[in-house]
């Protein structure tokens, strides 16, 4: 298939033993999947996605590529940070967030980019707006839905899920009884998804009785990350990968792969980008250990699952998959001449985050 290499792969397994001793959980095995050091230009989940994403736009013959999500996308930035490195570029289309820290970071390293952004006034106009984009833009761009979330997006972690049994195979670790992932635009937790139970199909680290059960925990709200969706999004990318493998492949329907697979809200707390008192708490915890970081979008809210369950002293052995890139940031100018250049809205709202996480931090 057309792909573009952008990440470095596989990427570790290391222990989080730290973590369940500060627990009380003596016995119980923790580890985690650092998917966040995939990239030194910028890592997380976002990188195997584009690299199959972006392969189909050079492919396709686009010069450019056009990302869509809120204004603190990882996907995003992932995009214009990467798409320049294979002769692509990049732009966006993002609607309005809460204020957070992540996602004032990620925007104003967006904006400094380059990357033309288009921004909309709320997350409703999107599909009109984009519509409209399509229609301004001459030659049009090879358009990614938020997330990248398409059966061939899922691919990429079809491949990751593979990759983490050959870990388990080689013994790098034990075969995880659950993996704990954050959801939001889904792409992630379907290509998982179908991913585990290949290699357990294949018997690659895992035989079909000892599938790992997947735990995706909600980092935006229902109905963009309810079960249904993500197994919708699971099947279509079964039947995309058999029309390509012919019939090596088994039929999987939904029922069979969502045996071992739920979906867990309790930590979303108010909503997207907004922290939850439980992911606060883990991401105390990560910064007393000396752990990577854990930001309170993402990765600080499904750590919470981990935390819940290693308190309650569930079976394991248990991995956390990292999905948020822990690589440093481009550093924006210092003259602000990138701020002028980024569209109203945009400027409006980094004005306002900064006014306001300045506030806070003097609290």
Known sequence: MP????????????????????????????????????????????????????????????????????????????????????????????????????????????????????????????????????????PAPYVMVPGGATPLGALGYVSAGLELGRQVAAGLLPAPRRVIVAVGSTCTSAGLLLGLTLAAHFRVGFEPATLPRLISVRVSPWPVTSRLRILGLATRTAHFLRDLAGDTLPRWDSATLGARFEVDGRYLGPGYGQPSVAGSQAEALWQRLGLPALDGTYSAKSAARLVVGLRAREDGPVLFWSTKSSAPLPVAGHDDAWLGAAPLRIRAWLLRAERQLDHAARR
């Open 3 to 138: 792909r573009v290499a952008l990440g470095t792969f596989p990427t570790p397994v290391e222990s989080l033993q730290r973590v369940a001793r500060e627990l009380g959980a003596v016995g119980c095995e923790a580890w985690v999947k650092r998917d966040d050091v995939s990239s030194a230009v910028y890592g997380g989940n976002k990188v195997r996605t584009l690299e199959l994403l972006l392969g189909e736009a050079r492919a396709r013959g686009h010069a450019s590529v056009l990302a869509t999500g809120a204004f603190g996308s990882n996907h995003a930035l992932a995009t214009a940070l990467h798409a320049p490195r294979v002769g692509l570029t990049p732009s966006a289309l993002l609607f309005p967030q809460p204020v957070s820290e992540a996602a004032f970071l990620n925007l104003r390293a967006l904006a400094a980019s380059g990357a033309r952004l288009h921004a909309l006034p709320h997350w409703s106009a999107f599909p009109l707006g984009l519509a409209w984009t399509r229609l301004r833009r001459t």
